[in-house]
Nanobody, 127 residues
Framework: HVQLVESGGGSVQAGGTHRLSCTASGYTSSSYCMGWFRQAPGKEREGVATIDKDGKTTYAESVKGRFTISRDKNPNTLLRLEMNSLEPEDTAMYYC?????????????????????WGQGTQVTVS
């Protein structure tokens, strides 16, 4: 049974830097596609960044140039998200997710519908 757990959420000042991590338990192999998503109050969930098994990344336009997604060499810490130049509009619950089926469903991108495993989320508040 695979579980994903996000960590690193908290409060940060606008313009600052913050890092999120996504750890996994029960994982035996790296997933084809992994990503970060976020949902702000009253808004739909949106894809923030994705990375595939070859390291190819995609980003939402709103975070391009400010956020960086990366896979971690530590087999238990699957994924990281470095967020720079944070803005109040980045305030949201952030989720990590994985989906290996996307290799046959159009590929790994922030626009893809993730049907795999999701974490419970971690709150980031920018003020």
């Amino acid at each position: 049974h695979v579980q994903l757990v996000e960590s690193g959420g908290g409060s940060v000042q606008a313009g600052g830097t913050h890092r999120l991590s996504c750890t996994a338990s029960g994982y035996t192999s790296s997933s084809y596609c992994m990503g970060w998503f976020r949902q702000a109050p009253g808004k739909e969930r949106e894809g923030v960044a994705t990375i595939d098994k070859d390291g190819k990344t995609t980003y939402a336009e709103s975070v391009k140039g400010r956020f960086t997604i990366s896979r971690d060499k530590n087999p238990n810490t699957l994924l990281r998200l470095e967020m720079n130049s944070l803005e109040p509009e980045d305030t949201a619950m952030y989720y990590c997710a994985t989906d290996s089926s996307l290799i046959a469903r159009g590929g790994c991108s922030v626009l893809a519908e993730f049907l795999g495993t999701w974490g419970q989320g971690t709150q980031v508040t920018v003020s």
